[in-house]
C-alpha cells in the first residue's frame, strides 16, 4: 500500500549496541512517511517498559497513527505494548518471520547508525 502521509505507518525496532560485558538496547519509532525518529530509548535490559515508554512519548507528541508495524520480537507482542497500540486504536502490523524488509526503513536507520561508525563504550554499534 502507497504510504504517503505522516501518521499513517510508524514502525519500531531494536538495536544491540555492544559495551564492556553486555549490550545496550535502543529502540527506535519511526514515521516511514518522513521517516523521522519520532522517539527512542535506552535500556540496559530487553524489558518491554523501554519500549513503551517510547510509544508513549511518540504519542503524545505526534498523536496516533493509522498503523504501527514492528517485527514479532517479545517486547512487541508483549500485553503492555500491544494493549497500548490497542488502547489508541491503531491497526498492528508485524513482519513475516525472517522478512526484515518488512520495516526496511528502520532497518535502514540501523544501517545509517552503523555506517557513521556510532561508537559506544569502546564497541561499534550493531543492530
Known sequence: MPIDRPNQVWAADIAYLPID?????LVAIIDWASRAVLAWRLSNTMDVLFCVAALEEALAKYGPPEIFNTDKGNQFTSAA???ALAAAKIKIS???????MD???IERLWRS???EDIVCCGSQASA
Open 21 to 25: 560485558g553486555g549490550f545496550l538496547y
Open 81 to 83: 505494548f500491544t494493549g
Open 94 to 100: 508485524m513482519d513475516g518471520r525472517g522478512r526484515w
Open 103 to 105: 520495516n526496511v526503513f
Open 113 to 115: 547508525l552503523k555506517h
